[in-house]
């Protein structure tokens, strides 16, 4: 292993220096980022414990109910782990310069594979740790008995041991799909895959939604519940293995819990020595064979979404028509991209089609009103992880090949300009159909569905405007992984502001509408007079914030060297 040696102490004295580059960032941005990190960390916190001091009004079936709550929390982080771990995986191995640079160097496949096994494990587990320290400390606070000393650290690392088995079975699922699969058809595999989850996941839904908690006397809806969940305490599931050795630490039986630690860690290197011996006979062959000549197909493909694009934005320049037709060819070829698309709307359908299945009393419009309000917030909030995820890195990804761009005979606004209406565009025709899905399935009127269609242009405009200005902010054009560049500063700023952006228009524009909408019986005239002046607020707000950020962008752009 003296070669994975080499390569992982030069990626650590990279990463150091990249540490000392943080003294030459902006203070102001630093404590931003820091302030703003720590406020969120402390209101999952203050989630988590009022959610624990809520199951532990059920005397009696408190120790019942949080076996149950960790079961079904772990089982669902283990699946999207091991869904996001094999398409970050597939990324860092066969879409990756630095791959290819190492597999020519006299270094063994297997550690080529550990060293990206271990960068993407880093990368991706990282919101997993994020969320455990608050959600252990909010069950170690809430606890009746309390817990003992050696509870917290103890769970801390039960997590750490824990995210190499989904890390690792999501390497095997990605290495064994390039190497099988036809390259053609790697992609409506993986779709399959990915509605298959999301399938999976609406059956779990209509499966569990009928329970509706009743503590006094509710020894049937107890039964219930715990019926309906049988499947997430499966005694073979690593994240059953996980709920028992938290559970085991806070009751102080520490050796029970040493024990589901030692099972934990045992399957976590079993399963990572499996994907090494793998990546032995099957990396080099699997990477070749996803480099290969791609079907005549694609180019006919191409050619049919040029001329969509060319129809369609008909208003348009040529230039920003030609870079509308390129990004949309280059999202579509990446399927790490619009995989993860489909996935983070995917599931937000999935809720809203099952909006009524939720134990509400929907004749009451207070509740369908409150309901709609946060179907609004949860959808710009994907929103935004959506702009953070694809569009802050898009500039940043052209990479050395920009100086192509500096040549051609189009100006740098125009540039900009075509990755804005990419985002814009694209993310207006999701969001909106999102919104009027929410507002279908809860028989809001037209003028509810009108507004809020409204409300989601002026957002989408400044949240593309956002991501677009920030990436050409702050760009990084020596990486070509795009979740390094999101975790960089300007990505983690671009999502602050992103979430801020937000938080001010449904809550000083969304929040009063919906008042308005409520009292809406009482004076008419007011309800219109009122709805028409939020909704010119919400769209000269979003046109200010797209102007200066993409104003703040084009400065910094138009003055780089490439």
Same mark, same amino acid.
């Given at each position: 292993?003296?070669d994975?040696?080499?390569?992982?102490?030069?990626?650590?004295?990279?990463?150091?220096?990249?540490?000392?580059?943080?003294? @030459? @960032?902006?203070?102001?941005?630093?404590?931003?980022?820091?302030?703003?990190?720590?406020?969120?960390?402390?209101?999952?916190?203050?989630?988590?414990r009022?959610?624990?001091?809520?199951?532990?009004?059920?005397?009696?079936?408190?120790?019942?109910?949080?076996?149950?709550? $960790?079961?079904? $929390?772990?089982?669902?982080?283990?699946?999207?782990?091991?869904?996001?771990?094999?398409?970050?995986?597939?990324?860092?191995? +066969?879409?990756?310069?630095?791959?290819?640079?190492?597999?020519?160097?006299?270094?063994?496949?297997?550690?080529?594979?550990?060293?990206?096994?271990?960068?993407?494990?880093?990368?991706?587990?990282?919101? /997993? !740790?994020?969320?455990?320290?608050?959600?252990?400390?909010?069950?170690? +606070?809430?606890?009746?008995?309390?817990?003992?000393?050696?509870f917290?650290? &103890?769970?801390?690392?039960?997590? !750490?041991?824990?995210?190499?088995?989904?890390a690792?079975?999501?390497?095997?699922i990605?290495?064994?799909?390039?190497?099988?699969?036809?390259?053609?058809?790697?992609?409506?595999?993986?779709?399959?895959? #990915?509605?298959? =989850?999301?399938?999976?996941?609406?059956?779990?839904?209509?499966?569990?939604? %009928?329970?509706?908690?009743?503590?006094?006397?509710?020894?049937?809806?107890?039964?219930?519940?715990?019926?309906?969940?049988?499947?997430?305490?499966?005694?073979?599931?690593?994240s059953?293995?996980?709920?028992?050795?938290?559970?085991?630490?806070?009751?102080?039986?520490p050796?029970?819990?040493?024990?589901?630690?030692?099972?934990?860690?045992?399957?976590?290197?079993?399963?990572?020595?499996?994907? @090494?011996?793998?990546?032995?006979?099957?990396?080099?062959?699997?990477?070749?064979?996803?480099?290969?000549?791609?079907?005549?197909?694609?180019?006919?493909?191409?050619?049919?979404?040029?001329?969509?694009?060319?129809?369609?934005?008909?208003?348009?320049?040529?230039?920003?028509?030609? $870079?509308?037709?390129?990004?949309?060819?280059?999202?579509?070829?990446?399927?790490? @991209?619009?995989?993860? $698309?489909v996935?983070?709307?995917?599931?937000?359908?999935?809720?809203?089609?099952?909006?009524?299945?939720?134990? +509400?009393?929907?004749?009451a419009?207070?509740?369908r009103?409150?309901?709609?309000?946060?179907?609004?917030a949860?959808?710009?909030?994907?929103?935004?992880?959506?702009?953070?995820?694809?569009?802050?890195?898009?500039?940043?990804?052209?990479?050395?090949?920009?100086?192509? =761009?500096g040549?051609?005979?189009i100006k740098?606004?125009?540039?900009?300009?075509?990755?804005?209406?990419? &985002? /814009?565009?694209?993310?207006?025709?999701?969001?909106? !159909? =999102?919104?009027l899905?929410?507002?279908?399935?809860?028989?809001?009127?037209?003028?509810?569905? =009108?507004?809020?269609?409204?409300?989601?242009?002026?957002?989408?405009?400044g949240?593309?405007?956002?991501?677009?200005?920030? #990436? !050409?902010?702050?760009?990084?054009?020596?990486?070509d992984?795009?979740?390094?560049?999101?975790? %960089?500063? #300007?990505?983690?700023?671009?999502?602050?502001?992103?979430?801020?952006?937000?938080?001010?228009?449904?809550?000083?524009? #969304?929040?009063?509408?919906?008042?308005?909408?409520?009292?809406?019986?009482?004076?008419?005239l007011?309800? +219109?007079?009122?709805?028409?002046?939020?909704?010119?607020?919400?769209?000269?707000?979003?046109?200010?914030v797209?102007?200066?950020?993409?104003?703040?962008?084009?400065?910094?752009?138009?003055?780089?060297?490439?």
């Amino acid at each position: 292993m003296s070669d994975l040696r080499i390569i992982l102490r030069a990626r650590l004295r990279a990463l150091l220096n990249s540490i000392k580059t943080i003294r @030459q @960032q902006s203070r102001l941005k630093i404590a931003f980022i820091t302030i703003f990190a720590v406020a969120f960390w402390a209101g999952l916190f203050l989630g988590f414990r009022d959610a624990f001091f809520y199951i532990y009004k059920a005397p009696g079936f408190e120790n019942l109910l949080v076996g149950i709550v $960790f079961n079904v $929390f772990f089982l669902s982080l283990l699946i999207m782990l091991v869904f996001s771990n094999a398409v970050l995986i597939y990324s860092s191995l +066969y879409r990756s310069s630095e791959v290819e640079f190492l597999l020519s160097l006299p270094v063994k496949e297997s550690s080529v594979f550990l060293y990206k096994y271990v960068e993407t494990l880093v990368y991706s587990s990282w919101a /997993f !740790a994020y969320l455990a320290v608050p959600i252990i400390l909010a069950f170690g +606070y809430t606890a009746t008995l309390g817990v003992p000393w050696y509870f917290y650290p &103890a769970a801390m690392l039960m997590f !750490a041991v824990f995210v190499a088995i989904p890390a690792a079975a999501g390497s095997l699922i990605s290495m064994l799909l390039v190497t099988i699969v036809p390259r053609s058809r790697i992609k409506v595999l993986m779709t399959v895959g #990915g509605m298959l =989850l999301l399938a999976a996941v609406l059956i779990s839904i209509k499966y569990v939604s %009928g329970f509706t908690p009743r503590f006094a006397g509710g020894y049937s809806e107890i039964g219930k519940v715990v019926g309906k969940v049988a499947f997430a305490q499966n005694p073979f599931l690593p994240s059953a293995w996980l709920s028992k050795g938290v559970i085991f630490l806070s009751r102080s039986e520490p050796r029970e819990a040493f024990f589901y630690l030692l099972v934990i860690l045992a399957n976590s290197l079993f399963m990572t020595a499996v994907a @090494q011996a793998t990546s032995r006979g099957i990396l080099w062959r699997s990477f070749s064979k996803s480099h290969s000549s791609a079907s005549r197909r694609t180019h006919v493909k191409a050619e049919i979404l040029t001329w969509l694009v060319h129809k369609a934005f008909f208003f348009m320049p040529l230039e920003i028509r030609l $870079f509308l037709a390129k990004d949309l060819k280059t999202f579509f070829r990446d399927i790490t @991209q619009w995989l993860q $698309f489909v996935m983070f709307f995917g599931v937000l359908a999935i809720y809203i089609l099952n909006i009524r299945t939720l134990p +509400y009393d929907w004749g009451a419009d207070r509740a369908r009103n409150s309901v709609s309000l946060l179907n609004l917030a949860a959808t710009c909030l994907v929103l935004s992880t959506f702009t953070g995820r694809f569009i802050f890195p898009l500039l940043s990804l052209e990479g050395k090949k920009f100086w192509v =761009l500096g040549l051609a005979p189009i100006k740098r606004r125009q540039i900009l300009l075509g990755k804005f209406f990419f &985002a /814009f565009f694209g993310s207006l025709a999701v969001s909106e !159909a =999102l919104i009027l899905l929410s507002d279908l399935m809860l028989d809001f009127p037209l003028t509810m569905w =009108l507004g809020h269609a409204v409300l989601v242009l002026a957002i989408c405009s400044g949240l593309s405007a956002i991501s677009v200005g920030l #990436g !050409a902010r702050y760009p990084n054009l020596k990486e070509d992984n795009p979740s390094k560049i999101v975790a %960089g500063f #300007g990505g983690t700023l671009n999502l602050i502001v992103s979430m801020l952006y937000i938080a001010i228009m449904v809550a000083f524009i #969304g929040l009063p509408y919906h008042v308005a909408f409520s009292n809406r019986l009482a004076d008419s005239l007011f309800y +219109y007079r009122t709805i028409v002046g939020y909704l010119g607020l919400s769209l000269l707000v979003g046109a200010v914030v797209s102007v200066f950020f993409l104003n703040l962008g084009r400065t910094k752009f138009e003055q780089m060297e490439f």
